[in-house]
């Protein structure tokens, strides 16, 4: 993608570009390859996988808001084994970048998920959803509580030979206290932010528009926020930061760098053009040739 050296450096993890897609909206990656060379990218970031299918929640399990979208999967996926066995040989066979976000509900599971994906070759990362309940401890969610977040972070570490990523719930009472708990924990990264809840209703049936009653709000309505957790956890933590939320161009991708973070991903805008992470990249890559620069001089450079 043009003349620009364009690669950044996360943790130990070398990308040839700052540009990855977030977990969820872009399948296991395979669903993409017709459309473009997926391998160009600087990453992907699977589907969250557990340890067991699952089916998800029942729909309609996803809306258009102003500005983004609800969504409200209920982290439906093919399950760790299914994955190992059907998708990650097509991956890697193509050379794709492949950080495997996985998800559960007590430490141990976390431990077995990444157990069992250590035994694989092709896989550049682990990334730790932990806005999931810890039906150990009341069901708060892990990655609400620093306690449990550097939990799960130092008992995934100790079985796995990748770098692993946290990442980061906006709904996190002090995520400045979670990001620094997982950092102390191992972690080689955080990629901010996951979703913020949302409900959305419609006026003539007086119902959610979410059969799950509430979701996810993702998509442009998220990059302010997204910007600003961002920026402030660059300023608290010494590990990279892989920003995401509601970025569409790659302006956008510009406005997280400055902020802060050293890689970004693309979720919402693949949904409605197949190729959004593409043009991120390409429109990076342009807005670093004409002004001379590189990806890397703009990491944390925002101004005043
Ligand atoms: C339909 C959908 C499914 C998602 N599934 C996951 C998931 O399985 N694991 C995860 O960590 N994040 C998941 N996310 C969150 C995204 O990876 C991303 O953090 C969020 O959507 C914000 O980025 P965006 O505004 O660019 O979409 C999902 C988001 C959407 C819209």
Known sequence: MGSVDLSVQVGSLTLANPVLTASG???YGIEFCDYFNVADLGGISTKGLSLEPRDGNPPPRICETSAGMLNAIGLANVGVEAFCRDK???LRE???TVVVNVFATSVEDFEKLATRLDRETGIAALELNVSCPNVDHGGIEF????AAAA??????VAVTKLPVWVKMSPEAPDLRAVARACQN???QALSAINTVRGLAIDADTWRPRLANRTGGLSGPALKPIALRIVWELSHYVDIPIVGIGGIASGRDAVEFLLAGATAVQVGTASFADPLAAKHVCDE???YCAERGI????LVGQLKG
Request: aromatic share 4%; charged share 20%; proline share 10%.
């Open 25 to 27: 909206t872009f399948g």
């Open 88 to 90: 990650l040989p097509q």
């Open 94 to 96: 193509r050379g794709i």
């Open 143 to 146: 990655g609400r509580d620093p």
């Open 151 to 156: 939990r799960v972070t130092a008992a995934v």
């Open 185 to 187: 924990a191992g972690a």
């Open 284 to 286: 990076l890559s342009a």
């Open 294 to 297: 590189t990806p890397r001089d």
